[in-house]
């Protein structure tokens, strides 16, 4: 029988989660008022430009990064909030495609992680050594209701379930800048609840930008435009989300910003922070999500059509 390598992934209760669980063909979130975690397919990279990849800050896998992506991408930010904040660490578990779609694997999983929970050390897969149960020495992030304190915040309001099955299923997990940029925007949101890291959650949303522009670039591109500019990009943009206001570049408003970020002393000045206002969060979340929603799947929110019609 067939077996492949799963990664399993504990989930803090600092985030916010939706309160059903979502089963996949190759991936999985489940939810219980005392631990929430994901399962998914371990999927290796696929580099196009013959360079080795090699990564020591790489925090999640395309899989992982689909399966929380789609669901913060379909949470209606007017009203709803979910935010996946995984644990750094995952367990690995092999499993045959029958055991995976077995109907008790949400308790099969729990029961795995709740033995490794109750380990007071364990040895290092190399020398033996014993050293102290990582989630029981965990004091950076909030631990699981089961060994901790703190309630998981399980919702279901504003979260379009039927657009995260969409979602999943245009997912390219195969294509490296979708999963950049979806990566961002999931570290973007974590980065936004702890206040002293508000620039730099700011600074990942143009790392989400400037993937989305290449995505855009792209789309052009293959509707036969040989060499599209910034100000086609943007116009393409105001046609599919019914937007008058055209600019003249992409995103031209957080131009300057952009660049007095990265670059602390440019043309336009020298400055000990980065000039954003808070509100450059929340519109460019709001606008990335929309984005990606559309560059992934097609999907445009018919509040869009709604605008246009009433102009």
Request: hydrophobic letters at 35%; glycine letters at 4%; aromatic letters at 14%.
């Amino acid at each position: 029988m067939d077996r492949e390598e799963y990664k399993i992934r504990v989930l803090s209760p600092i985030g916010v989660y939706p309160n059903r669980d979502l089963i996949f063909d190759d991936c999985a979130f489940f939810k219980d008022e005392d631990i929430c975690f994901s399962i998914s397919r371990f999927h290796e990279y696929d580099i196009d430009d013959g360079d080795e990849y090699y990564s020591e800050v790489e925090w999640l896998n395309p899989t992982e990064a689909r399966l929380y992506g789609i669901v913060n991408l379909a949470t209606d930010k007017h009203e709803g909030y979910s935010m996946f904040n995984p644990f750094p660490k995952t367990e690995s578990i092999s499993l045959s495609l029958q055991e995976y779609q077995s109907p008790n694997l949400k308790e099969i999983i729990k029961s795995f992680l709740l033995d490794i929970f109750n380990v007071p050390c364990v040895k290092h897969p190399n020398s033996g050594h014993q050293i102290p149960n990582y989630y029981l020495n965990c004091h950076d992030i909030p631990l699981p209701t089961i060994i901790g304190d703190r309630e998981y915040r399980l919702v279901e309001k504003g979260i379009n379930f039927e657009l995260i099955d969409q979602l999943y299923n245009d997912f390219d997990i195969n294509n490296n800048l979708i999963v950049r940029g979806v990566t961002a925007l999931l570290k973007s949101r974590m980065l936004h609840e702890h206040y002293q890291f508000a620039e730099q959650s700011i600074n990942t949303l143009f790392i989400a930008m400037e993937v989305s522009y290449r995505l855009v670039l792209g789309i052009l591109s293959a509707q036969g435009n040989k060499n599209p500019s910034s100000k086609e990009a943007m116009h393409h943009l105001h046609d599919v989300f019914n937007d008058p206001y055209k600019l003249d570049s992409y995103f031209e408003e957080y131009y300057q910003n952009r660049i007095k970020a990265f670059h602390p002393e440019s043309r336009f000045g020298i400055y000990p922070h980065a000039p954003h206002c808070q509100d450059d969060y929340y519109h460019l979340y709001r606008d990335m999500n929309e984005l990606y929603c559309y560059l992934i799947s097609g999907y445009v929110n018919p509040i869009y059509s709604e605008k246009a019609a009433v102009r």
